[in-house]
């Protein structure tokens, strides 16, 4: 089972960006998942999440700038940011499992999104 990120890049701020997490199964299988970044210095958070209803949360820190979706025919889950500042630079993380916990496999490298001018 692997979820792999892709998508990352440098971004202008004020920019957009889509990351992409794709499942090796079926992603209807993987329950709830879970966009996740790490800044330079911080913890891993977690930023939006997404169910098979589609039930969706966000952090605070990016609710109304960033929409998470699925498209289960494809396995993928999306992450799309809008309005991004130097504070969002950071490495991106997709995972799965329960809604209060969706990180139930083991992690992937990640995505690198810089946000800077």
């Known amino acids: 089972v692997q979820l792999q990120v892709f998508g990352g890049g440098l971004v202008q701020p004020g920019g957009s960006r889509r990351l992409a997490c794709a499942a090796s199964?079926?992603?209807?299988?993987?329950?709830?998942v879970g966009w996740y970044r790490q800044a330079p210095g911080k913890q891993r958070e977690l930023i939006a999440r997404i169910t098979n209803g589609p039930r969706t949360d966000y952090a605070d820190s990016v609710k109304g700038r960033f929409t998470i979706s699925r498209d289960n025919a494809k396995n993928t889950v999306y992450l799309q940011m809008y309005m991004l500042k130097p504070d969002d630079t950071a490495v991106y993380y997709c995972?799965?499992?329960?809604?209060?916990?969706?990180?139930?496999?083991?992690w992937g490298q990640g995505t690198l999104v810089t946000v800077s001018s």
């Open positions: 995972n799965a499992g329960r809604w209060s916990d969706p990180a139930t496999y083991n």
């Open positions: 199964g079926s992603i209807f299988n993987f329950g709830t």
